[in-house]
């Protein structure tokens, strides 16, 4: 079992930058890639970004890139997401999740474990 949680979301006007940090426990975290997704109100959840075991290679959506950036750090189990200029189209609640493959992907049935979420609501 792997327990994901997210910290370091909020409110924050458009324009603004905020990174959100999600800290592993339990089995090994270099035996996982690891991944952001987000679930908008009425909406579907959605990848945003991937990171490789090592954290070599590195994956996001078209919506989000130039503009996230996904990270991590094997010595603290942490993965973390800096966001900046945010709009209102990112408001939703963010999730870190794990994926026994090491491959990163963007599907979240590649994922085995979850976070809990953090919720990021920007304001325009």
């Known amino acids: 079992q792997v327990q994901l949680v997210e910290s370091g979301g909020g409110l924050v006007q458009a324009g603004g930058s905020l990174r959100l940090s999600c800290a592993a426990s339990?089995?090994?975290?270099?035996?996982?890639?690891m991944g952001w997704f987000r679930q908008a109100p009425g909406k579907e959840r959605e990848f945003v970004a991937a990171?490789?075991?090592?954290?070599?290679?590195?994956y996001y959506a078209d919506s989000v890139k130039g503009r996230f950036t996904i990270s991590r750090d094997n010595a603290k189990n942490t993965v973390y997401l800096q966001m900046n200029r945010l709009n209102h189209a990112d408001t939703a609640v963010y999730y870190c999740?794990?994926?026994?493959?090491?491959?990163?992907?963007?599907?979240?049935?590649?994922?085995?474990?979850w976070g809990q979420g953090t919720q990021v609501t920007v304001s325009s």
């Open positions: 999740a794990a994926s026994s493959p090491v491959v990163p992907s963007s599907s979240p049935f590649d994922y085995d474990y």
């Open positions: 990171i490789s075991w090592s954290g070599r290679s590195t």
């Open positions: 339990g089995r090994t975290f270099t035996n996982y890639a």
